[in-house]
Structure formats: C-alpha cells, structure tokens
C-alpha cells in the first residue's frame, strides 16, 4: 500500500504542531556527546592513519536523539536520564535546553562521568562508532512518576535498564503505551524489557544478537513476550514488523543519503509521537519511515530532522 493512502490518517498530527492536539512524550536512556570526525573512507582495520575533512562536537544518544526528534516535529518531550556533572554532561544539558526538551530530570551526578563518543562518518554516510557509555548509579528510584500521568507515550532505550523497566511499569498500570528502541544489547536486557513492551523496534544487528536472525520469522517469534508489534528497521530496506499475528512492511523512502547517523533514533522518537497522537501502526511506521529519510539527507545526527508539515508535504510527493 502506498505512504500517500495514509495522509488522511497522517494530517492529525499537523494538530501537534499547532497546538490543537497535545501529545507529550517522555524519553529515557542515553544522552551521548558525539565527536563526529568526517572522512573520505571508512578505517579497514589494522592500525592506520586516516585525514579527516570536517569534525564537530554534537549531542547524540540513542533516547535522547529520539526527544529531539520529538521536540523539532512540535510535540512536548521531556528526557529523563543520567551524566556526569562535568564538561560534557552540562553541554548535553544545555543542547537539549536550545531545542525545547525538559531536562528537570536529566541528572548530572558529581561523583558520575558523562557519556562520551567518536563517530567516524564516510563519504557514503556510514559510520564506525566508539562509545564509552558512563559512569552512573542504577538506581531510578528518583524518577517521579507522578508525571507519567500526563504522558500520551513512553520511550526507552536498552542502556538504563532500571530507569527503563521503572517507567514502563508504570507506563503499563496507567494504560500508556512503551516503545523500546531496540538497540544492541544484552540477552537479560531485552528478556526483561519485552515483557513490559507494547512496541519493541529492533535494529537488524541487535534483532540478529538476540534472536538469532533478522528474517520476518524472528518477528513472530519473540511475539511470546506479549508485545502489541515486534518491528525491525532495515535501513534502505524499510521497516518490516509482526502485528496482530500477521507480518506487514513499510518501504523506505528513496532520498540522497548523506549521513545515516541518528536515523534509527529519529524514527523512534518520531514513532512514539505518532503512538502517543492516536495513528494506528501502519501509519506511524509510514510517518516515521519518511520523517528518518529526511534527517538522512543531512550531515549529523540531529540536522535535517523535520517538522510535521514538512515531513507531510514531503510524503504527498512520494507515490
């Protein structure tokens, strides 16, 4: 079926940016510094030096690229997660601050170190990454999750497990949907969260870690968890997912890529919005397919991520 069959579907969300529709999403988990360095070739291995032709400093993180995404497509987000009080946890902070996340419970730690990363870009806009994740306390029994109440959707990454299975406890008991970007992780990770999961988006490597495959079958497989949808994003292979005990896909969107970073982190974020503004499946990975082509077209993991009108004017010209 087309993108273009669910405009009709997909017009409510120009409400968001309006205001005539409010949808408030809360976002837990990563928040990384990228140092982004750009080269004309990838490193092939070995020890070798490589010229680089561009470099910045940028927020990233898998969480809370996804409530940036949230904030520039006109929702209200709030992030909730873990830094170090050092030089990098208050440039994340204040990134988020310019963008319009609440960041009243993004905590920095005085005894804690931020998360830091490198990201070697190539000419073709796939990345080799290096992360060293932090030092933080597990515990999230600071959360207040009084505020949980006043959220339309819920969203977590794998890398604060007790922050992620605390709010979507709650989540659950108040009847709000969980998505889980389903990122590279530990098996115990994931045997946790799914069970706790009404949306599980699984990238292919970590769909391949944990299930053994990244084929469709996989998809129905882990339906024994209880998710409402099991997806996996492909990349230029769209996003295929198992719902309602029936495999669907959603194509992807043909755009001039310039840089893939962030895109799976944009189509969580912009998923979750969609979930949390009341689109059935099928539309929200339509809208969501569409606003992470976008963002693919620019350089860096949060440039070009567009708004809702822009990214419904850009579906209209797709058949």
């Not at 098996?187 to 084929?215: C, M, N, Q, Y």
């Amino acid at each position: 079926m087309s993108a273009s069959a669910h405009i009709g579907d997909l017009s409510a969300l120009a409400d968001v940016a309006s205001r005539a529709r409010s949808v408030h999403v809360i976002c837990l988990g990563l928040s990384a510094l990228d140092q982004v360095w750009r080269v004309d070739r990838l490193f092939a291995g070995q020890s070798e030096k490589i010229k680089a032709t561009g470099y910045g400093t940028l927020g990233g993180g898998m969480a809370a690229n996804a409530s940036v995404a949230i904030a520039r497509l006109g929702a209200s987000v709030a992030f909730w997660g873990r830094a170090g009080n050092d030089a990098a946890g208050h440039e994340m902070k204040s990134a988020f601050t310019i963008e319009g996340v609440d960041v009243e419970n993004f905590r920095l730690f005085p005894d804690g170190r931020s998360s830091v990363s490198g990201i070697i870009v190539g000419s073709s806009g796939e990345r080799q990454i290096v992360n060293f994740r932090g030092l933080f306390p597990e515990a999230a029994d600071w959360l207040p999750l009084e505020a949980v109440a006043r959220a339309s959707s819920v969203l977590a990454d794998p890398r604060w497990v007790e922050g992620a299975a605390t709010l979507f406890r709650e989540a659950r008991a108040r009847g709000i949907p969980t998505v889980l970007d389903g990122d590279m992780a530990d098996a115990e990770v994931f045997e946790r969260l799914l069970p706790l999961t009404d949306h599980a988006i699984f990238s292919e490597p970590a769909l391949t870690s944990f299930a053994g495959s990244a084929k469709d079958d996989s998809l129905a497989a882990l339906a024994r968890f209880g998710c409402r949808v099991i997806a996996v994003t492909r990349g230029e292979g769209g996003v295929s997912w198992y719902e309602n005990g029936q495999s669907h896909r959603q194509p992807a969107y043909a755009v001039e890529v310039v840089d893939t970073t962030g895109a799976g982190d944009v189509f969580h974020g912009a998923y979750a919005l969609a979930i949390g503004g009341g689109l059935d499946v099928r539309a929200a990975m339509a809208f969501s397919a569409a606003t992470a082509a976008m963002k693919c077209r620019h350089a860096g993991g949060r440039n070009g991520i567009p708004d809702i009108n822009e990214c419904l004017a850009f579906m209209r010209t797709k058949p």
